[in-house]
């Protein structure tokens, strides 16, 4: 049967440059109410199961981080960087693409074709790395990307700039100018975690600690079921908030926040949620407060498409795929 599955698509173990086991790091996120994990360690692929006992109740499937290796240059920024993406849902051989006399775009493109070819889930990680320097590239390099993907709109290591600054835009944004364009980008928050030690994650300000981020993932608990769904859409990215409905009609959308019961917020202000309604270039289109809104379809230019956004008086946040007016999806295929 069909649910929400809470789920994590970037992590790191000690088989790449990850402080914890595969075992250990797998058992974490159980703990911590999730569902399943996709191992991405660094250059490296293999089957979860050599090294992580099975269970009924939580799902370990493979992937892979893969990088560019050396720089590749950036024409808008006037800069090199270097490019990461990740390889979900997929065990075997992956040819790395070390072109390092090309384009972001080039690179990328070059990626993504390969990830295609060998049936595996393509995300483009944390182009806000390191503000824009030395890792960071931005909308227009982005722009230039033939194949669909997902998108690390929020990464949670304090190094990714995913909100933004004076500087570089923020990835929400980014992703906004994107769909407008047209182009056929998915969203999902990521933890990126490589330190587990406990004494290790209060020191929130400085590592890519666990926990923090996941993908609800409308499916049932087989790696082929969540494969399906996140080439679909079928899920949404959170920090903390979840959905108890999300309704999609000819009507409108609608949507309920699951009541966690908490009256104060970490700041110890009351807690309060807000509902945003977003359409082309991400402006606001409805706002409610409280725990659900309803958008009705007005059929105006700004409801190209239209994605829910929620948070809350803990800096928590959630952010719904695009719903189109045309009715199509963005499906990550070929």
């Known amino acids: 049967m069909k649910k929400y599955l809470k789920g994590q698509l970037h992590l790191h173990t000690t088989k790449s440059d990850g402080t914890g086991s595969p075992n250990m790091v797998a058992q974490g996120y ?15 692929n293999y089957n979860p199961y050599d090294l992580i006992e099975k269970r009924d109740d ?50 990328i493109n070059a990626f993504l074709k390969e990830i295609y070819r060998v049936g595996a889930i393509p995300t483009v990680n944390h182009p806000n790395w390191n503000m824009p320097d030395p890792f960071a590239f931005d909308y227009r390099d982005l722009m230039e990307i033939d194949y669909p993907y997902i998108l690390e709109v929020k990464n949670c290591c304090v190094d990714n700039y995913s909100e933004g600054n004076l500087v570089i835009e923020s990835m929400e944004y980014t992703w906004d100018v994107l769909l407008t364009a047209g182009k056929k980008v998915l969203c999902t928050f990521d933890d990126d975690a490589h330190h587990y030690a406990v004494e290790v994650r209060k020191l929130t300000d400085m590592f890519h600690v666990p926990f923090q981020s996941a993908v609800m ?18 899920f949404y990215a959170t920090t903390g908030i979840e959905f108890e409905k999300y309704e999609v009609s000819d009507k409108g959308i609608y949507v309920k926040i699951k009541d966690q019961g908490i009256s104060k917020s970490k700041f110890n202000h009351d807690m309060v949620y807000n509902i945003v309604f977003k359409g082309r270039m991400g402006r606001p289109l409805a706002w409610f407060t409280g ?28 952010m719904t795929q695009p719903i189109f007016q045309d009715g199509h999806k963005i499906i990550l295929s070929l």
């Open 217 to 234: 993932v409308y499916a049932e608990l087989t790696e082929n079921c969540i494969k399906e769904a996140l080439q679909k859409g079928d």
């Open 58 to 107: 939580f799902l370990c499937i493979p992937g892979a981080e893969w990088d560019s290796g050396n720089w590749v240059n950036s024409q808008y920024l006037g800069k090199g960087v270097q490019i990461h993406l990740n390889a979900l849902c997929y065990l075997g051989d992956f040819n790395q693409y070390k072109n390092v006399n090309c384009s972001v775009s080039d690179n």
């Open 291 to 318: 725990l659900e809104g309803e958008y009705i379809f007005k059929h105006i230019p700004d409801e190209e498409y239209v994605r829910v956004k929620a948070y809350n008086t803990n800096y928590d946040c959630a």
């Open 30 to 44: 159980r703990e911590k109410g999730y569902d399943f994990i996709v191992i991405t360690d660094h250059g490296t």
